[in-house]
T-cell receptor, first 115, second 111 residues
Framework: GAGVSQSPSNKVTEKGKDVELRCDPI?????LYWYRQSLGQGLEFLIY????????KSGLPSDRFSAERTGGSVSTLTIQRTQQEDSAVYLC?????????????FGEGSRLTVL | GQSLEQPSEVTAVEGAIVQINCTYQ??????LSWYQQHDGGAPTFLSY????GLEETGRFSSFLSRSDSYGYLLLQELQMKDSASYFC????????????FGGGTRVLVKP
């Protein structure tokens, strides 16, 4: 597709369940980012991929959170044993990866609600 | 570390001019970006200042002063569709390509 695609767009789950969120970046973009946004708040960095490697995982809140990227393309963010405080919109972004232009291309996000 | 401060909300009428300030504390960064986000939508890139000074893109302009640790986004000839949240962000030099975002400013445009 032309833009960053995320699925599911909405996910409601019960506390303690595991969830997987998927991101399909713009074709050819080597850099991929996951952010989290709580209602009315700013964007909180989670993890950054360059190709299939994650040089910066500093934003992952706990060991319940993990992410992988395969084939330099699709990425999956997994949250194990979800808690209510995990409820947020999870945004994925991609960029060409070279240089620092300040421009990321975001998907519309996956809204996670943990009951 | 990095910290960016923005006003939480600004209200203005159609046709007016709004300036959204962003003050930051950071040890070093490549540039200052601005993003727009409508409710329920994806953040979209507006502008990037790598150097001090003013960058103009249509009705929107962005400014950076590294010596003052300050930047702003100027929205001119406000339209109803400009009602959205606006975020400033920096690309820290010590942190690869990731962006660190401010808390956002909600702009409400009234008729």
């Amino acid at each position: 597709g032309a833009g960053v695609s995320q699925s599911p767009s909405n996910k409601v789950t019960e506390k303690g369940k595991d969830v997987e969120l998927r991101c399909d970046p713009i074709s050819g973009h080597t850099a991929l980012y996951w952010y989290r946004q709580s209602l009315g708040q700013g964007l909180e960095f989670l993890i950054y991929f360059q190709g299939n490697s994650a040089p910066d995982k500093s934003g992952l809140p706990s060991d319940r959170f993990s992410a992988e990227r395969t084939g330099g393309s699709v990425s999956t963010l997994t949250i194990q044993r979800t808690q209510q405080e995990d409820s947020a919109v999870y945004l994925c972004a991609s960029s060409l990866g070279g240089g620092n232009t300040g421009e990321l291309f975001f998907g519309e996000g996956s809204r996670l609600t943990v009951l | 570390g990095q910290s960016l401060e923005q006003p939480s909300e600004v209200t203005a009428v159609e046709g007016a001019i709004v300036q959204i300030n962003c003050t930051y504390q950071t040890s070093g960064f490549y540039g200052l970006s601005w993003y727009q986000q409508h409710d329920g939508g994806a953040p979209t890139f507006l502008s990037y200042n790598a150097l001090d000074g003013l960058e103009e893109t249509g009705r929107f302009s962005s400014f950076l002063s590294r010596s003052d640790s300050y930047g702003y986004l100027l929205l001119q000839e406000l339209q109803m569709k400009d009602s959205a949240s606006y975020f400033c962000a920096v690309t820290p030099q010590a942190a690869g390509n990731k962006l660190t975002f401010g808390g956002g400013t909600r702009v409400l445009v009234k008729p």
